[in-house]
Every structure is written in C-alpha cells, then in structure tokens.
C-alpha cells in the first residue's frame, strides 16, 4: 500500500470485513463494482469454546492458544487456571460447593490437598485474530465437572469482536501513516 507501485490512481480504500479479514480495494468503478486488489485472512488457533476438556487437553490449550498477560509478580487469570487444572486429580471436583457460579476443587500441594475455589469470571485473551494487534480480552464462565473436565464459556456477548477491530483498525494506522 506504501509503495503504490503501478497504481495510477492514489485513492485505495482498506476495509476490516471483521475480526479475521481485510479487504484492499480500489474505487467505485462506472458499474459500481470495485477492484479487489488484495485480501488478507488471520489464522489464529482453533479452540471451541463451551466444549469440554479433559484436563491435559484444556492445559495444552490455554498455554498454546490463550495470551499469557503475567506482568511482574502479578498472575494473570490463565496462569491462575493452569494452576487449577495442572493439580487437579481425577476425584478432585466438588459438586457440594458448587451454587452454579463458583466451584471448589481439591488441589495437589506437595503431600497436602487443599480446596481452592475456582475463579469466575475469568479474564482471558485467546488468540482470536491477526496475531500482529493486540488480542482482545474478554469474561468467560469456567466450570469444571467430574472426569475431570473444564470448559469455558464466553461471557462478553461478542463485545471482544468490536475491539479486535478497532485493534486492527489502529495498528493498520500507525502502520501506514506516512
């Protein structure tokens, strides 16, 4: 787009379709069509939100597919949960604690167990567009049931869409300001 090589005219109009694809495109010609002149697709990671995993698959997944956010000394919700489910045993889930927003799970800590309640709503940032911008953040409900397995549920009603454009939409500015 900088370069504009062999482009006589300079009126290039970039369009974020939405989280994953963008369109570059030239201006409205006489039949009121437009050239498509490059597209651009993000390949992100696939995970399936409110399905169930068992816990070596769900602890793979949110070191594989979610943005680790620690910052000095200060855990962020993914490594809070990779805690839960890396000491999780398999007769750990705790059905009597659960009153359908937080659960208490029974934890490994060296010889010692421990109930530790499980953390909801949880702030995580799953890779969800152009790996270039940053990943937008949203709430997910985690549950856990026996097996064991957890999933997460997306809880932000599709809002982290809005911001993953408005994301590209600022990186594609600083980008290709001149």
Not at 38 to 65: C, H
Not at 149 to 167: K, L, M, P, S
Request: no cysteine; glycine share 6%.
């Amino acid at each position: 787009i900088k370069a504009n090589i062999e482009r006589i005219d300079s009126q290039l109009i970039l369009h974020i379709e939405d989280e994953r694809s963008i369109r570059l495109t030239g201006t409205l010609e006489i039949d009121g069509s437009r050239e498509i002149l490059a597209t651009a697709g993000a390949i992100v990671p696939r995970f399936m939100f409110g399905e169930w995993y068992d816990m070596e698959s769900f602890n793979i997944a949110l070191q594989s597919k979610f943005v680790d956010k620690r910052v000095e000394n200060f855990d962020d919700d993914r490594s809070i949960l990779l805690r839960v489910v890396g000491n999780t045993q398999e007769e750990n889930i705790k059905t009597t604690g659960d009153n359908g927003v937080s659960q208490a799970v029974t934890i490994k800590q060296g010889v010692n167990s421990a109930d530790v309640l499980v953390p909801n709503p949880v702030l995580l940032a799953p890779y969800r567009t152009f790996l270039e911008v940053e990943q937008p953040s949203s709430l997910f409900v985690f549950r856990m049931k026996d097996g064991p397995r957890a999933a997460i549920f997306e809880a932000d009603g599709g809002a982290w869409r809005n911001q993953a454009i408005v994301n590209i939409r600022e990186y594609l500015k600083e980008e290709l300001s001149v």
